[in-house]
């Protein structure tokens, strides 16, 4: 690797930050991209080569944060029901470009360990 190669990564790693949905900008990001970041993400480390990380990919973000609200409605109370939370969760996606949920499956070694499943898919992510 040459040193502006790893100066790059470095500066890359070093200023990464969360932002949050509401912070974007509310460009959509071409679907082929989405593809492939989702294809880079099999490169990443699995014990027996299990795969376990799983990813269903919303291209309307919307749907997601509807269903995701409608969720949360139907598994609380009337009592325990708050309507900021449930209009957050409905709007969360409404500047995001995808809602990407990232599943583990576990593979098909038993001898796996359900943390190292775990580890794989938090690689891939």
Same mark, same amino acid.
């Given at each position: 690797m040459h040193s502006t190669d790893f100066a790059t990564i470095s500066n890359?790693?070093?200023? =990464? =930050?969360?932002?949050?949905?509401?912070m974007m900008n509310g460009h959509k990001a071409p679907n082929g991209h989405i593809a492939a970041l989702l294809e880079l993400a099999d490169w990443a480390p699995t014990h027996g080569f299990t795969e376990p990380w799983r990813f269903v990919v919303y291209e309307n973000p919307a749907e997601f944060c509807?269903?995701?609200?409608?969720?949360?409605?139907?598994?609380?109370?009337?009592e325990d029901f708050?309507?900021?939370?449930?209009?957050?969760?409905?709007?969360?996606?409404d500047k995001v470009s995808h809602a990407i949920i990232a599943i583990m499956q576990r593979g098909d070694l038993p001898k796996i360990p359900p943390f190292e499943e775990v580890a794989a898919v938090s690689s891939a992510v």
């Open positions: 890359i790693i070093q200023t =990464r =930050r969360s932002i949050k949905p509401n509807h269903q995701h609200a409608e969720l949360y409605k139907q598994s609380v109370s009337q708050n309507e900021t939370v449930f209009n957050n969760m409905l709007h969360q996606g």
